[in-house]
């Protein structure tokens, strides 16, 4: 156990924990481990975390210098912590954010859908991350990616088909790109609207494989 460790289980029960500070410091250092051990001291003590906490511990994920398969053990571990109505995109999307890219890494795509479906309430960070997982892993997973992107409609006050985040879109089309099919199936699948974002798209990942 580090030192900072003990000072915090030393901590005086009467007191108030800044559980948050904490967190921020071994976000900023990268202190991974550190930072979930403190995290079950939180919730073992019936601390409800915040948006805000579970940010600092994504943070410490994102820095970390750990394997992926420890950044996964970490992660899934956070989650079986969480309360049902915690489960949401809104207090634990870093968490699921960093997750579905950590099990990218790993080429796991099925684990990253996993995840991806058990949210509650999806944000657009979290629906970049799968469609950046349909196009980093091996084989390219372009046709979930299509599939993902026609279903998804998240943007806040976005309405109808084909309104979403450029960086998602992005995402789609490189997978569909690696695979020469976004001529084909990219333009009549997405039913993407303002078709300017997406060709502009196809040219930054373009332009990306030429350098």
Request: charge should be positive; hydrophobic fraction near 40%.
């Amino acid at each position: 156990m580090t030192y900072k460790m003990k000072v915090l289980v030393k901590y005086p029960s009467h007191f108030r924990f800044p559980w948050t500070s904490v967190l921020s410091i071994f976000g900023a250092q990268g202190k991974l481990e550190e930072a979930c051990s403190l995290f079950r001291l939180m919730k073992r003590d019936e601390v409800g975390p915040t948006a805000v906490t579970l940010q600092k511990l994504a943070l410490a994920s994102q820095k970390s210098t750990c394997p992926p398969e420890t950044v996964v053990e970490c992660l899934e571990g956070v989650l079986d912590q969480l309360k049902d109505y915690e489960r949401n995109a809104m207090i634990s999307g870093p968490i699921y954010n960093r997750l579905i890219r950590a099990y990218g890494k790993l080429n796991d795509f099925d684990n990253s859908l996993r995840i991806f479906e058990s949210i509650d309430r999806m944000n657009a960070q979290i629906l970049s991350s799968m469609l950046f997982v349909c196009s980093a892993v091996t084989p390219v997973r372009w046709q979930d990616a299509i599939i993902i992107l026609h279903t998804s409609d998240i943007v806040a006050g976005a309405a109808g088909r084909g309104k979403i985040e450029y960086s998602a879109l992005s995402y789609a089309v490189i997978a569909c790109s690696k695979e020469n099919q976004w001529k084909v199936r990219a333009l009549s699948l997405f039913g993407y609207k303002n078709m300017s974002t997406l060709f502009s798209a196809v040219s930054i990942h373009e332009f990306n494989r030429r350098a």
